[in-house]
């Protein structure tokens, strides 16, 4: 189970904060839950390419991943903006001492306007060892759909407050699982709050420097 | 008296071309405000640039140009791609 939390902490990104910003940002982005920490440090040096590492501490491992983002693609409409990214890492996960390998892929493509948000991820993780009993599992796929609803439009300046609806659809298991989110924002800074269906409760936030 | 008014003419018209100027520039893409925040801090960083407002409402960009100075529409348009943006001018 730590392992699924670490997959859903690892790729729950934060709506609108891209994998990959304007040229020469940073963004520090943390994802919280009772069991789990993440800090994901971001630099773009481009605008469609960005050079991240994530640390991440559970109750068992701990995971190093550099990584490299990539926007494969964006339309910038008139109303709306539309973003293909993939990204490609490889680390360590630190457990019981000893070091061992761990790489990542990721697909996802969003889709927002000023009142919708879309946005679709696909992650493939591939881990050298089955020792930890919690999270045997060596390769696996993870699915996520999230849709978003402004229920008011403000501006830059403004709180900018979102309701969130997360789908997580796991390789092993049949069910999905759901999460609602309350996000909010305001220039550079965004927070989220969120509650599972199933119980337990998370929190998020980005800057961008 | 001819020569004054050719010399109030002549500084009158310098005036105005070393005056403050301000240019609105419609930016595509721009939903959000980290959008925003990105295109503020790029224009911000220009020696040329005085202030910047941007409106996510009306999806544009006035840029207030330090007196005497100005960026060329390229290099606008320039800045708005390294936020991951595209220029509209009128």
Redesign the interface.
Known sequence: MKFWVFVFLLVSSVG???P????D?VSLVSYNTSEMNEILLTYSF???LAVAGTYLRDTTSEFYIPRLNW?VK????????GNIYFSAGSGIEKFEMKNYAADLFEFSADW???KYYIDFDHLYISRSHNKNILIPDQHYNFTKVRAGLAPF????SDL?VWLILQAEKYSYKSNIEMTQFLRF????T?WEIGARFDGGGAFNYMI?F | MKQFLISAMVFLSTSLALASETITVGVKGMVCAFCAQGIEKKFMAQPEVAKIEVSLANKFVKINFKDGKRLSNDKISEILKDAGYESKFE
């Open positions: 609108q904060a891209h990959v910003s304007y040229k940002a481009t605008s469609n926007l964006r339309w910038n409409n008139e109303d709306s903006q927002e306007s000023r439009l403000a501006d830059y900018n924002y305001i220039k550079n965004l961008h």
